[in-house]
């Protein structure tokens, strides 16, 4: 079965950096694109970015551009999260999961939810 495990979270001071990891397995992990989403307290479920099924194309959400990096790994059916210069409002649950690229750019996610890893960024 389909199964996405992240890992990598804790806790972090601000201004710090963390790299986060989400292993695949149970699809043909190169030929999807994946998504990195967040849920912070009180808020709701966004998107970070995501990246295209060769890794030759990244996109950001306006919130972490800069400062965030998505990589993957297709021998691996690894793809990470690099995050620098991390804020205290970067504190939530991150999660990756597959998407379906869109003519705008967007990525629409499909499957189930993980458990995700917990991010705290805090002095």
């Known amino acids: 079965q389909v199964q996405l495990v992240e890992s990598g979270g804790g806790l972090v001071q601000p201004g710090g950096s963390l790299r986060l990891s989400c292993a695949a397995s149970?699809?043909?992990?190169?030929?999807?694109?994946m998504s990195w989403y967040r849920q912070a307290p009180g808020k709701e479920r966004e998107p970070v970015g995501h990246i295209d099924r060769t890794g030759g194309s990244t996109k950001y959400a306006d919130s972490v551009k800069g400062r965030f990096t998505i990589s993957r790994d297709n021998v691996k059916n690894t793809v990470y999260l690099q995050m620098n210069s991390l804020k205290p409002e970067d504190t939530a649950v991150y999660y990756c999961?597959?998407?379906?690229?869109?003519?705008?750019?967007?990525?629409?996610?499909?499957?189930?939810w993980g458990q995700g890893t917990q991010v705290t960024v805090s002095s």
């Open positions: 999961i597959r998407c379906l690229p869109t003519v705008n750019a967007m990525c629409i996610p499909f499957g189930s």
């Open positions: 149970g699809f043909v992990f190169s030929s999807v694109a």
